[in-house]
Nanobody, 122 residues
Framework: VQLQASGGGLVQAGGSLRLSCAGSEPTVSTYTMGWFRQAPGKEREFVAC????????LQADSVRGRFTISRDNARSTVYLQMSSLKPEDTAVYYC????????????????WGQGTLVTVSS
């Protein structure tokens, strides 16, 4: 399974971006999908995840109310809509897929995309 993340870029504080993550196989539609991020000099952290049918989502406290995760299984794609962006949201954002479990634990995710850089200017 290969994951291709896209949509990153430079945005001003308060702005919005939508990240996309396309899976290479239809089976991705049966997986939990997650977004993680890694800021410069920091460890990678959980952002949000969504279960296989989109019925359940989970967000980190730092992004709840500002970021929304969704998926389109017909396109094997998951999205992260980011609004009210802050400079502290600057990071490389990674999508990941978990065939078996559900949640924020990074070690549960078996497949990872290459990352897309989001830079929020103040």
């Amino acid at each position: 399974v290969q994951l291709q993340a896209s949509g990153g870029g430079l945005v001003q504080a308060g702005g919005s971006l939508r990240l996309s993550c396309a899976g290479s196989e239809p089976t991705v539609s049966t997986y939990t999908m997650g977004w993680f991020r890694q800021a410069p000099g920091k460890e990678r952290e959980f952002v949000a995840c969504i279960n296989y049918n989109g019925g359940s989502t989970l967000q980190a406290d730092s992004v709840r109310g500002r970021f929304t995760i969704s998926r389109d299984n017909a396109r094997s794609t998951v999205y992260l809509q980011m609004s009210s962006l802050k400079p502290e949201d600057t990071a490389v954002y990674y999508c990941a897929a978990d065939p078996l479990r559900w949640g924020e634990r990074e070690t549960w995710y078996d497949y990872w995309g290459q990352g897309t850089l989001v830079t929020v200017s103040s």
